[in-house]
């Protein structure tokens, strides 16, 4: 049998998570989706009026197919922790079911077990502020909705994970070195997935036979990054100075994610995965 992923983060065809499960799909994998609730209604729309057609091209000619979208807010764990302005929000109160225990619950009823985990979201709403201009608010958002919601979404898939499954999450170098505009708790969030890599791989590891990895990527033009506001500047800088001066294509990160749920990668858990033409590797720009 084919295996399972459950991809959270996508909602059009420029991210990284679409990347992901066009490689996963080309791999033989079935797909499910994870939508944000308030970009759930734009995303489905698209997808049916075949606005995506073109990129849901695989290399052997067939169309991506996506088994089911679930809609997912990842910074709620149960209905419990659901403010009322939320649960009245007219963009939410179309959909339902859309905490990570619950979505866990339905992809359970539904299909049984899944093989492949990827987070592939993030969000801080003060992430083109300083840390320093960074309120308490701020800095918890981008922890909560950025790494807190991958130890959620671990938590409540793990139990439904075949043993040799894979998780998957996205980085970025902000997390140890300083990247001047990823503000707002952003390098501080992504500081804090890398770390939880190492501790989850080990407790599911251990528990389940389940790998867990992160892709440190380099730069795309996702709408998530346009949102931050330099991420030209970044690509050019990479171009100019990464040992391999090409623009990364979002099918590398994608790829490196096929291999890395893959028997191929049997060995390899709690690793950080540079996806970045070389750039971490640099001491100085040239
Ligand atoms: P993207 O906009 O395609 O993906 C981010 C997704 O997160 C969006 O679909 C958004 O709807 C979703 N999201 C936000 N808040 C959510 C929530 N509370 N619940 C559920 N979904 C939510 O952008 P992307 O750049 O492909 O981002 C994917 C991952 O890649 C992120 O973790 C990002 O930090 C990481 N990354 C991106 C870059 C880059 O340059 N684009 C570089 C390194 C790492």
Known sequence: RGKRAFIAGIADDNGYGWAIAKSLAAAGAEILVGTWVPALNIFETSLRRGKFDESRVLPDGSLMEITKVYPLDAVFDSLEDVPEDIKTNKRYAGSSKWTVSEVAESVKEDFGSIDILVHSLANGPEVTKHLLETSRKGYLAAISASSYSYVSLLKHFLPIM????????????ASERIIPGYG???????????????????????????????????PLRSRAAKAIGFIDMMI????????LQKELSADEVGNTAAFLASPLASAITGAVIYVDNGLNAMGVGV
């Open 236 to 243: 050019d800088y990479s171009i100019a100075n990464a040992p």
């Open 184 to 218: 707002g708790g952003m390098s501080s969030a992504k500081a804090a997935l890398e770390s939880d890599t190492r501790v989850l791989a080990f407790e599911a590891g251990r528990k389940q036979k389940v790998r867990v990895n992160t892709i440190s990527a380099g």
């Open 162 to 173: 075949n043993p040799g499954g894979s998780s998957i999450s996205l980085t970025y170098i």
